[in-house]
């Protein structure tokens, strides 16, 4: 196996940096689109009814600082739930999104995108290992969801289980090459094989 020099090791640290810059960028966009093209999400359609106020009322509040998350959950709605963690997900405040998510997932524990979700934010709190097990109950409620297969291939390359990985990696591939998901799961798994 070849030897690297100190500027071939920086190169390697550089572009490892910017490809998990580039795979969060992806991921976040993605995650932004879902939360726009969940039910009820456009504010300019009819406000739906959420425990005595409205939908548009209460994402509305979810920019406001200073409410705790206690304040922010007193909903029972897991879409409302799912887009607050979406929400603040977006804002980074990855703590806040577990707790969102988690919330949904008691209301609706079949909604296979939040733990998609949950498990990108507790691997963006250094909580891979949870982040593993929330993906995988996902993925055994439904190992067809390609995204979820994704995810659950990069966090397992970034804990450095890449043979883990590359099964995810794969099967995201199987489910659908011609997908955006598809292209940046065999985007990944490439890198994955090259030496």
């Known amino acids: 196996m070849p030897r690297l020099n100190l500027t071939q090791w920086l190169l390697v640290v550089a572009f490892l940096i910017l490809y998990g810059a580039a795979v969060f960028a992806i991921t976040r966009a993605y995650y932004l689109q879902q939360a726009l093209a969940r039910p009820g999400a456009s504010q300019a359609s009819a406000p739906a009814t959420v425990s005595g106020s409205t939908l548009g009322t209460s994402l509305q509040r979810l920019g406001q600082a200073g409410l705790t998350p206690r304040e922010e959950l007193t909903t029972d709605d897991p879409v409302l739930l799912a887009r607050l963690g979406d929400q603040l997900f977006e804002q980074r405040q990855f703590e806040r ?25 507790l691997h963006y709190l250094g909580r891979s290992d949870e982040a593993v097990a929330a993906l995988a109950q996902g993925i055994a409620r439904r190992p067809d969801f390609q995204r979820i297969q994704l995810t659950m291939g990069f966090v397992q390359m970034q804990s450095g289980n890449p043979s883990a990985a590359a099964a995810a990696l794969q099967r995201a591939v199987e489910l659908g090459p011609e997908t955006t998901v598809g292209a940046e799961a065999q985007r990944m798994l490439d890198g994955l094989n090259t030496p």
């Open 97 to 121: 999104a577990v707790t969102a998510y988690r919330r949904a997932l008691e209301f609706d524990p079949e909604e296979v995108d939040t733990y998609n979700d949950l498990g990108l934010a």
